[in-house]
T-cell receptor, first 112, second 112 residues
Framework: DQQVKQNSPSLSVQEGRISILNCDYT??????FLWYKKYPAEGPTFLIS?????DKNEDGRFTVFLNKSAKHLSLHIVPSQPGDSAVYFC???????????FGKGTHLIIQP | NAGVMQNPRHLVRRRGQEARLRCSPM?????VYWYRQLPEEGLKFMVY????????ESGMPKERFSAEFPKEGPSILRIQQVVRGDSAAYFC??????????FGPGTRLTVT
């Protein structure tokens, strides 16, 4: 019973282009969403978040879009840089639990 | 600017032994969370604590696992009588309030 789904295990993007990572959720009680970036053998690093009362949040090269009716969010990275190569996790908060509910992650590979 | 500290980074235990994982939250953070990541999986919430209180342990296995966050000192995740299936990366996160959580580097537990 996966409440947060990242359906693309991996994504390859050319350096300088836009990377779009997608995330779907099933629990309509989720009210806060976060994206984390993770390098091997390190802990997840917080990137950007969005409240369910908003549909867009931007921070530098990172923008998160939320479509509540579709229960879908996406992370846009533009322009993509080699250091962006990592695993990206979508996470949600709310829905009756105090912890974050994570997707399985998408491995982003930035090609030079 | 110390972040979340976890130790040890790597821990090897034989089946039946006890494992103790420690987490020191970021300065000023009073909320601590523990997560477990199995290979090829996302992080799974285990327990949420504040000083001297377990707030939500809905993700914690009912047996052999316990957690504490004493008034003084780090938070401890304790696994008694470890089994091979306990082998995983265990991450601790802290937050100032409900919202963005900041993760430590993790403890990789290997049960032989």
């Amino acid at each position: 019973d996966q409440q947060v789904k990242q359906n693309s295990p991996s994504l390859s993007v050319q350096e300088g282009r836009i990377s779009i990572l997608n995330c779907d959720y099933t629990n309509s009680m989720f009210d806060y969403f976060l994206w984390y970036k993770k390098y091997p053998a390190e802990g997840p690093t917080f990137l950007i978040s969005i409240s369910s009362i908003k549909d867009k949040n931007e921070d530098g090269r990172f923008t998160v879009f939320l479509n509540k009716s579709a229960k879908h969010l996406s992370l846009h990275i533009v322009p993509s840089q080699p250091g962006d190569s990592a695993v990206y996790f979508c996470a949600a908060m709310g829905g009756g639990a105090d912890g974050l509910t994570f997707g399985k992650g998408t491995h982003l590979i930035i090609q030079p | 600017n110390a972040g979340v500290m976890q130790n040890p980074r790597h821990l090897v235990r034989r089946r039946g032994q006890e494992a103790r994982l420690r987490c020191s939250p970021m300065k000023g953070h009073s909320h601590v969370y523990w997560y477990r990541q199995l290979p090829e999986e996302g992080l799974k919430f285990m327990v949420y604590l504040q000083k001297e209180n377990i707030i939500d342990e809905s993700g914690m296995p009912k047996e052999r696992f316990s957690a504490e966050f004493p008034k003084e000192g780090p938070s401890i995740l304790r696994i008694q009588q470890v089994v091979r299936g306990d082998s995983a990366a265990y991450f601790c996160a802290s937050s100032l309030r409900l919202g963005e959580q900041y993760f430590g580097p993790g403890t990789r537990l290997t049960v032989t």
